[in-house]
T-cell receptor, first 113, second 115 residues
Framework: AQSVTQLGSHVSVSEGALVLLRCNYS??????LFWYVQYPNQGLQLLLK??????LVKGINGFEAEFKKSETSFHLTKPSAHMSDAAEYFC???????????FGKGTLLTVNP | NAGVTQTPKFQVLKTGQSMTLQCAQD?????MYWYRQDPGMGLRLIYY???????DKGEVPNGYNVSRLNKREFSLRLESAAPSQTSVYFC??????????????FGPGTRLLVL
């Protein structure tokens, strides 16, 4: 069985501040991990994914995430928040039969001017 | 490429009515998925189709049926809608060549309100 826990359902930062969105996973097999972003009234868009090639993964829009096996974590960061980063972010883990995605409950990011 | 398309964008139903949500992808993907999104719950898998001609239950299949019409299309049917099925429904697809690392691509969603 696999699961994802996203710590903090709502994170608020100031424009220009560091963004840190936390994700911890549980998986009985080596995991593949994904971060998706959802802008208001839109579908989900892939930000980045970990596929075991490198532990530090760079994605779109300046985001990156580091896979830490010892901590079972895959936290998402961005050095400097922009107003356009305001959205909901979902962490997901893939594995099991037919490689279904299991999603966390999401973190809503608010960026204050 | 349009990617993954869904129709309708928005629908209001009365309790007991039926409807079919349509999904199509033009990326020649093998696998297709239906999710529902509820506030504070993330996305939960309703049904999926690993390949044309196969379908299987996900985490929350009760009250739904699906049809994989061909490789492109995967529909979700509510036979007798209930207020608990008020949600946003997302269709997704993925290629199934290298396995679990393949990205799922999502449609724009269908917002369903059941009164």
């Amino acid at each position: 069985a696999q699961s994802v826990t996203q710590l903090g359902s709502h994170v608020s930062v100031s424009e220009g501040a560091l963004v840190l969105l936390r994700c911890n996973y549980s998986s009985s097999v080596p995991p593949y991990l994904f971060w998706y972003v959802q802008y208001p009234n839109q579908g989900l868009q892939l930000l980045l994914k970990y596929t075991s090639a490198a532990t530090l993964v760079k994605g779109i829009n300046g985001f990156e995430a580091e896979f830490k096996k010892s901590e079972t974590s895959f936290h998402l960061t961005k050095p400097s928040a922009h107003m356009s980063d305001a959205a909901e972010y979902f962490c997901a883990v893939s594995g099991g039969s037919n490689y279904k995605l299991t999603f966390g409950k999401g973190t809503l990011l608010t960026v204050n001017p | 490429n349009a990617g993954v398309t869904q129709t309708p964008k928005f629908q209001v139903l009365k309790t007991g009515q039926s409807m079919t949500l349509q999904c199509a992808q033009d990326m020649n993907h093998n696998s297709m998925y239906w999710y529902r999104q509820d506030p504070g719950m993330g996305l939960r898998l309703i049904y999926y189709s690993a390949s044309e001609g196969t379908t299987d239950k996900g985490e929350v299949p009760n009250g739904y049926n699906v049809s994989r019409l061909n490789k492109r299309e995967f529909s979700l049917r509510l036979e007798s809608a209930a207020p608990s099925q008020t949600s946003v429904y997302f269709c997704a697809s993925r290629q199934q060549t290298t396995g679990a690392a393949e990205t799922q691509y999502f449609g724009p969603g269908t917002r369903l309100l059941v009164l």
